[in-house]
C-alpha cells in the first residue's frame, strides 16, 4: 500500500480550529520591513526566554562560556559553587570593556576558571560578577567597590536548556513555557551527549528560516534529488496532509510528523554488490533523514510523546517562542535549531544533533550518516530562504497564501505581530 493511502486519516482541516488565524492571504512585510525589524528586536527579543546553551557545557564549578548575541550583546553563562548557573553582561564596571574572551573580542569562548579578569587593567570578578578585587584601588575616589560589578541578567534551566532574560521584569521562565512543557522535560535529554553542530550565517530574514520547517509541503521540491528526483514519484513518498498532527498553545508550538519504520536486521550477502547510490548508502550504513536503524535504548520514556498518536510516528517538534526548536525523533535522538536575526536581511542559523555516545564504530558511522543527511537539508532549506528574500525584498508581491498544513507559518507571524503590537501600545500609554 501506498504511503498516501497507508497513512491518510481522512480528518479535516486543523487551520480551521484555530479561527484567531484566519484563513486569508498573508501580509509578508514583517520579514522585509527594516522598521519592523528594529521594532521586533526591542518587543520580541529582548523580553522574551532565550534558549542559550545546555548544562552539560558547564560540567563543574567555574565551567563557563560566552555568546555574542547580535543586537543584545555579549553575555557570559557560569556554573556557581551551589550548581546553579549565572548569566552575566560580558563587561567591566571600570571602564566598559569586554570581560571574557580569547584572541578575538568578537568570537565565542569558553573554560574554567576561579575568577574572570578583565584583559584591560585587571580588575577581577567572581564567578557571582562581584567585584573582588581593584586594581591600585586607593587611587580612586570614594569606589564602592561592593555596588560593583558584572550586571547580571535572569537566567533559568528546562531540561537541561539554559534560559536568559534581558527583560529586568521578565515573567518566571517556566510561566513562560507553559505547562504543555512539564512532561517533556522528564525526556533523557541528559544521556545524549554526543554533538554534531552546525552553523551558518544565511542571507534572508530568520522567520522565513523558520518558515521552512514549519510545514511539509516543499520537501517533494527542494529536496526532491534525495526523495526522488522524478517529481511525481517523489510527491506520493510524502505522508499525506491530514497525518501529521498540530498544537497551538499560547505562544508556542508543536508538530507531530510521520516518518519510515527502522530497516529489520541485515542479514550476510542481503546488501548486495556496492553501487553509486544514495539508498544503498542508507542500507550499508543503517541510518539517514529519520536516524539511526538500530536504536538506543533510552529506558522508559514519557507518555507525552507522539500526542496525536500518529501510526509509524516520525517526531515531535517543539516550538519555542520566538526561535528555538527542539525535535524529539522516534529513533531516541534529538535536534535543536535555533535562529538569531542580525539584521532585517541576514541571521545565524545554529542546529544541533544530539545521540547517546556510540558503542562501536557502526554506531558512530550512522551517527555520521544521519548529521550529514540533516545538514544538507538544512542547507537545501537554507538555500530556499535566501531565494525567497530576495524576491519578497522586491515588494512586487507582498500578500502570500497559505494553505491548511501551512498553519504553523500564519500562526508564527500573528504571535510576532502581535508582541511587536502590544508592546508598541505600552510604549504609547
Not at 576561579?114 to 581593584?134: I, N, P, Q, S
Not at 542580525?342 to 551517527?367: C, G, K, M, T, W
Amino acid at each position: 500500500m501506498a504511503i498516501q493511502e497507508k497513512l491518510a486519516t481522512g480528518r479535516g482541516k486543523f487551520t480551521t480550529e484555530y479561527p484567531q488565524l484566519g484563513t486569508g492571504p498573508v501580509d509578508y512585510d514583517d520579514a522585509v520591513s527594516e522598521e519592523f525589524f528594529l521594532a521586533e528586536r526591542e518587543a520580541v527579543f529582548k523580553r522574551s526566554w532565550l534558549k542559550v546553551g545546555r548544562m552539560e557545557q558547564l560540567p563543574r564549578t567555574g565551567s563557563y562560556f560566552t555568546r555574542e548575541l547580535s543586537g543584545l550583546g555579549s553575555i557570559v553563562i557560569v556554573r556557581q559553587a551551589d550548581g546553579t548557573v549565572k548569566a552575566l553582561h560580558n563587561v567591566c564596571a571600570h571602564r566598559g570593556n569586554k570581560v571574557v574572551w580569547q584572541e578575538h573580542p568578537a568570537e565565542e569562548s569558553a573554560g574554567s576558571c576561579r575568577v574572570f579578569t578583565c584583559k584591560y587593567h585587571g580588575w577581577r570578578y567572581g564567578l557571582d560578577g562581584k567585584v573582588a578585587h581593584v586594581t591600585n584601588e586607593d587611587q580612586f575616589f570614594d569606589l564602592d567597590k561592593g555596588a560593583l560589578g558584572m550586571p547580571a541578567l535572569h537566567c533559568d534551566t528546562w531540561a537541561g536548556f539554559i534560559f536568559v532574560n534581558f527583560d529586568p521584569h521578565a515573567q518566571p521562565l517556566r510561566t513562560f513555557l507553559g505547562e504543555k512543557f512539564v512532561g517533556v522535560e522528564s525526556y533523557p535529554f541528559e544521556q545524549m551527549t554526543e554533538r554534531y553542530a552546525y552553523k551558518t550565517r544565511v542571507k534572508g530574514n530568520w522567520k522565513l528560516s523558520i518558515d521552512t520547517i514549519l510545514e511539509w509541503y516543499h520537501p517533494p521540491y527542494v529536496h526532491g534529488r534525495f526523495i526522488n528526483p522524478d517529481v511525481s514519484k517523489a510527491e506520493k513518498l510524502v505522508p499525506p496532509p491530514d497525518s501529521y498532527y498540530y498544537d497551538l498553545f499560547t505562544s508556542h508550538m508543536l508538530n507531530s510528523v510521520p516518518g519510515p519504520p527502522p530497516l529489520p536486521p541485515r542479514g550476510a550477502g542481503e546488501l548486495g554488490p556496492a553501487k553509486r547510490d544514495q539508498r544503498w548508502i542508507y542500507k550499508l550504513l543503517r541510518a539517514g533523514l529519520f536516524g539511526p536503524d538500530d536504536i538506543p535504548d533510552l529506558g522508559a520514556l514519557p507518555d507525552v510523546l507522539n500526542p496525536g498518536r500518529i501510526k509509524s510516528w516520525g517526531n515531535d517538534a517543539y516550538w519555542l517562542f520566538p526561535n528555538f526548536s527542539v525535535q524529539i525523533w522516534a529513533r531516541n535522538y534529538y535536534i535543536t535549531y535555533q535562529y538569531w536575526p542580525e539584521a532585517v536581511d541576514s541571521h545565524s542559523y545554529e542546529l544541533d544533533i544530539f545521540f547517546v555516545p556510540p558503542r562501536n564504530a557502526a554506531e558512530r558511522l550512522a551517527q555520521e550518516m544521519t548529521a550529514q543527511t540533516t545538514i544538507e537539508f538544512a542547507m537545501q532549506d537554507s538555500n530556499t530562504v535566501e531565494a525567497t528574500h530576495s524576491a519578497l525584498a522586491t515588494r512586487a508581491n507582498r500578500q502570500f497564501h497559505l494553505s491548511d498544513q501551512e498553519l504553523m507559518i500564519r500562526n508564527f507571524h500573528k504571535v510576532i505581530r502581535d508582541t511587536v503590537a502590544a508592546h508598541q501600545a505600552l510604549g504609547k500609554k
